[in-house]
T-cell receptor
Framework: GAVVSQHPSRVICKSGTSVKIECRSLDFQATTMFWYRQFPKKSLMLMATSNEGSKATYEQGVEKDKFLINHASLTLSTLTVTSAHPEDSSFYICSAEDRGNIGGYTFGSGTRLTVV | GEDVEQSLFLSVREGDSSVINCTYT??????LYWYKQEPGAGLQLLTYIFSNMDMKQDQRLTVLLNKKDKHLSLRIADTQTGDSAIYFC??????????FGAGTTVTVRA
């Protein structure tokens, strides 16, 4: 079945630095990928829709300059948290839409970001 | 906008059936999903149902959809300890975005 690889699974960074998270579709092409943020014991909040070859579409309230999304190829989208602060600490999850598979949204395994 | 609600907790005895309920508001939903999340992990698609269906069965899982009441349920037969997890209900409409419920934490006790 469709597999989405997300890397790294855990990262600790210092306040003020930037962190890049990668999301790869391993056996299918994903023109659209989604980035979510999950707070402890909460649901997933959609941050942005990443479209291959074009600008990402951000949800209301999500700072596009803070959370940079690049989707340069059909199998890779990256999320860069710029100038990270402790309040950015969270669980970030990507998903990719496999249009060859009905009902096919495949999720990565998530990245636990801790900003100290 | 879309709104998906589900109960937050469910405790069930091993071997019994679990039923997780979900309601949604978007009448244009095309697909409805159930995802499972284990601690520290991503989401695993368990099953989905197209909006013109009212039931789908897949081994121990049974999904019931009442489109009129916008009510979705997931029944897990013969619940096992490995079924302990958070279960998310989600819906999508024409824009392909998923809207999630808050998740139901299922605890299976021996």
């Amino acid at each position: 079945g469709a597999v989405v690889s997300q890397h790294p699974s855990r990262v600790i960074c210092k306040s003020g630095t930037s962190v890049k998270i990668e999301c790869r579709s391993l056996d299918f092409q994903a023109t659209t990928m989604f980035w979510y943020r999950q707070f402890p014991k909460k649901s997933l909040m959609l941050m942005a829709t990443s479209n291959e070859g074009s600008k990402a579409t951000y949800e209301q309230g999500v700072e596009k300059d803070k959370f940079l999304i690049n989707h340069a190829s059909l199998t890779l989208s990256t999320l860069t948290v710029t100038s990270a602060h402790p309040e950015d600490s969270s669980f970030y999850i990507c998903s990719a839409e496999d249009r060859g598979n009905i009902g096919g949204y495949t999720f990565g395994s998530g990245t636990r970001l801790t900003v100290v | 906008g879309e709104d998906v609600e589900q109960s937050l907790f469910l405790s069930v005895r091993e071997g019994d059936s679990s039923v997780i309920n979900c309601t949604y508001t978007d009448s244009s939903s095309t697909y409805l999903y159930w995802y499972k999340q284990e601690p520290g992990a991503g989401l695993q698609l368990l099953t989905y149902i197209f909006s013109n269906m009212d039931m789908k069965q897949d081994q121990r899982l049974t999904v019931l959809l009442n489109k009129k009441d916008k009510h979705l349920s997931l029944r897990i037969a013969d619940t096992q300890t490995g079924d302990s997890a958070i279960y998310f209900c989600a819906e999508s409409s024409n824009d392909y975005k998923l809207s999630f419920g808050a998740g139901t934490t299922v605890t299976v006790r021996a």
